[in-house]
């Protein structure tokens, strides 16, 4: 099981730090990537860290702004994500799969994700 934590309200330009904790397994062989879906929209992969913690960015819309970055002794991945735009206002989405990222952000072999629940961001002035 996988639980996100972190989102809110925040302004634009300003910053959020999303958590997501494992439970009942372990992070340290697994691909760990976000996940976006804003209102209307369909769901789309931002980015990813791979078991040996390499970063693929799925949306370009976030280089240079979001962080992904894992705590294997703590089981957790977060997202730091800064100078935050309305457009980056969705649910967000954790997810991890025991392959690569390339794997994870294709959604190539979903029978084998684990998906948290989600967290509310929201960029509002």
């Known amino acids: 099981q996988l639980v996100e934590s972190g989102g809110g309200l925040v302004q634009p330009g300003g910053s959020l730090k999303l958590s997501c904790a494992a439970t009942g397994f372990s992070l340290d062989y697994y691909a760990i990537g976000w996940f976006r879906q804003a209102p209307g929209k369909e769901r789309e992969g931002v980015l990813c860290i791979s078991s040996s913690n390499s970063t693929t960015y799925s949306a370009d819309s976030v280089k240079g702004r979001f962080i992904i970055s894992r705590d294997n002794a703590k089981n957790m991945a977060y997202l730091q994500m800064n100078s935050l735009k309305f457009e980056d206002t969705a649910e967000y989405y954790c997810?991890?799969?025991?392959?690569?990222?390339?794997?994870?952000?294709?959604?190539?072999?979903?029978?084998?994700?684990?998906w948290g629940q989600g967290t509310l961001v929201t960029v509002s002035s």
């Open positions: 997810a991890a799969v025991g392959s690569g990222c390339s794997e994870l952000l294709a959604r190539r072999y979903p029978y084998l994700e684990t």
